[in-house]
């Protein structure tokens, strides 16, 4: 599975983002689809996930009921709608996929795509 993910910008505190990552491949329409941010001289961390039917999600608790992961699997997309933006969210961001279940440990997926860079101003 190839991933290719854009939406990355600056916002201001408050302000809303929403990142999509494309997917390409034979499995890309039933693999779990994920995202997973970085922020500078910090560990990679799991944001969001959705099982390959958007059946099932599941959010890190510091941003649920602000962002909202969905699938749009004829167009092999996965979106992430982060509202109510705070400059805690400053990352990179990374779209990922794996078979099965969501996981929310980086070694569990097995596909990644390449960053877009998050900015919340204060």
């Known amino acids: 599975v190839q991933l290719q993910a854009s939406g990355g910008g600056l916002v201001q505190t408050g302000g809303s983002l929403r990142l999509s990552c494309v997917a390409s491949?034979?499995?890309?329409?039933?693999?779990?689809m994920g995202w997973f941010r970085q922020a500078p001289g910090k560990e990679r961390e799991f944001v969001a996930g959705v099982t390959w039917n958007g059946g099932e999600t599941m959010y890190t608790d510091s941003v649920k009921g602000r962002f909202i992961i969905s699938r749009d699997n004829a167009k092999n997309t996965v979106y992430l709608q982060m509202n109510s933006l705070k400059p805690e969210d400053t990352a990179v961001y990374v779209c990922a996929a794996r078979d099965n279940f969501i996981a929310s440990m980086p070694r569990d997926w097995a596909f990644w795509g390449q960053g877009t860079l998050v900015t919340v101003s204060s």
């Open positions: 491949g034979r499995t890309a329409s039933s693999a779990a």
